[in-house]
Each structure stands twice: as structure tokens, then as C-alpha cells.
């Protein structure tokens, strides 16, 4: 099993935005693993260990799962016994709080391998599918059950190419949640530095841009939000709920991501 730095999983499973946090909190003696306390920064541990912070009361396995709890609320999503597909599913935020809300099934994707928690990975209701890249997905994919629902967490990589893969397998009236990371959406030249987006306008042109290239794939924007956390190096991110060959809604994004500005600008 491969090993990392505590200090690193700490950070890459939503519990730090940096490592000097993390490394901070283990020197404190409040992070420990399923048996230990660890109080060493540079202890390597398998990386799907399960780890705690005393006081910390995430709910789930990382806080990206607090991200797609907040689109649930919003958009007011029922998804008990619906079968889901998490796309770009990492150590597992989204599909853990999918199944504490009721899923059915959870096909937990992601182009990596060995990210997903133990926990969820010894879960009945988890279809692990590793080493995936969703872009090249087909519906033979699924043999457990097709999904009528989709989560989005990806980087490095553009909506856009997801889309075009979830139109040939969900059907009409499906729902998508997708996070819309402009760090990952935007051109090189409005990146700034550490790969932050900070400018409104160009978050407008971003989600813009989203709604307009998954309109092209047969999904419609009908609501839309920000997420009650930011991502890494404290970009700010939105949510969108997308329902293929859905009615067309009218949506003030400039609101949306005011608010958001509000928010984490305070």
C-alpha cells in the first residue's frame, strides 16, 4: 500500500487548506488514526488511512462532502434510493454523504487509484472504479445499474469533457451536480498566482461559459449556488444543478457569485 506524509493526507482529505495547519494540529497531539495518535508531521502512513482531528466534528469522510450536503439543501434534492454516479470521487466526501442521505448505489470514479477511504471501499453500495478517466466513459461502465444522478468534483480537467461522456448515459430528466472550479474553467492568462481566480468578472464568464457547453450536450443549468468552503489555495468554487434536456430557468449568476465574494471576502 502506498505510503504519504501525514501532514499531506491531512490536506489532500479537506481537514487543512495547507500543511503548515496540518502541521500545527499534529504537533498539538489532536490528529490520530484509527489506533494512534501521530505527532509527527513527516509520519508516512498508507494513504487510505482513516484520520481524525479531536474537536473536529466533519461529518464526513472529507469536507467535500460538506460541498455536495450544501447542494442538496439548495437545490432541494431528494436522492433516496437513486443510484449515483461520483465522478472525480478522490477520498470519498461526495460519495459518503450521498450514501448518508440515501443512495441506493454510489460508482465511486476517479482517474487515480487508492484515494477512496477504507471505509467506503468495504462499503456494499460503493462501486469502486479506478484508474477511470470519465472523460472516455461509456455505459458499459455500469453493470451494477445505470445511474440517474451524477456528482462532479474534477480537476485539472473541464467540465466540458465530462458532459460530453454524461450525455450518452443519463436520460432525460437525470440530474447532475456539478462543482465549477474556474481555476480548472478559465484561460491560463486569469490564473493568478498559486492557481487562485479571484476577479468576479471572470467567475461570471466561467459559469457562463459551463452553462453553455453542457447546454451543447443536452443539460440545462436550473439552479445554482456557491460552496460553503473553498478549494484548494482558497479558490472560490460554485455549484450547479444540471438536468438533461431540463426546461430553461432564469438564473442571476452576477447574484450568485456577489454572495459568494461576500462570504469568503469578510
Given amino acids: 500500500m502506498k505510503k504519504e506524509r501525514i501532514d499531506v493526507l491531512l490536506v489532500e482529505q479537506g481537514f487543512f487548506d495547507s500543511r503548515e495547519k496540518a502541521k500545527r494540529a499534529i504537533m498539538a497531539g489532536i490528529v490520530h488514526d484509527d489506533y494512534d495518535i501521530i505527532d509527527k508531521p513527516g509520519t508516512k502512513i498508507p494513504i487510505n488511512s482513516n484520520l481524525h482531528v479531536k474537536g473536529n466534528i466533519m461529518p464526513y469522510v472529507s469536507r467535500g462532502g460538506l460541498k455536495l450536503e450544501k447542494a442538496l439543501k439548495d437545490f432541494s434534492l ?99 451536480v456539478a462543482l465549477i472550479k474556474p481555476q ?50 482558497g479558490n472560490i468554487e460554485f455549484l450547479g444543478l444540471f438536468i438533461k434536456d431540463g426546461k430553461d430557468v432564469e438564473i442571476n449568476i452576477e447574484d450568485v457569485v456577489n454572495a459568494a465574494h461576500n462570504c469568503f471576502e469578510r
Fill in 78 to 176: 431528494d436522492i433516496k434510493d437513486k443510484i449515483m454516479v461520483d465522478i472525480g470521487s478522490s477520498t470519498g466526501g461526495f460519495t459518503d454523504c450521498a450514501l448518508q442521505n440515501g443512495a441506493k448505489l454510489v460508482y465511486a470514479v476517479d482517474v487515480g487509484t487508492n484515494q477512496l477511504v477504507w471505509k467506503l471501499r468495504n462499503d456494499p453500495r460503493v462501486i469502486v472504479k479506478e484508474q477511470t478517466n470519465f472523460r472516455y466513459a461509456t455505459i458499459d461502465l455500469f453493470q451494477e445499474g445505470i445511474p440517474t444522478l451524477a456528482s462532479i468534483d474534477v480537476s485539472f480537467i473541464s467540465l466540458k469533457h465530462i458532459f460530453n461522456a454524461l450525455k450518452n448515459i443519463l436520460k432525460a430528466n437525470n440530474q447532475v
Fill in 184 to 233: 480548472f474553467e478559465a484561460g491560463k492568462e486569469d490564473v493568478g498566482k498559486k492557481g487562485i481566480v479571484k476577479d468576479k468578472k471572470i467567475h461570471c464568464r466561467v459559469i457562463k461559459d459551463v452553462i453553455k457547453y453542457a447546454k451543447e450536450d443536452g443539460f440545462t443549468l436550473t439552479n445554482l449556488t456557491y460552496s460553503p468552503i473553498t478549494g484548494g489555495e
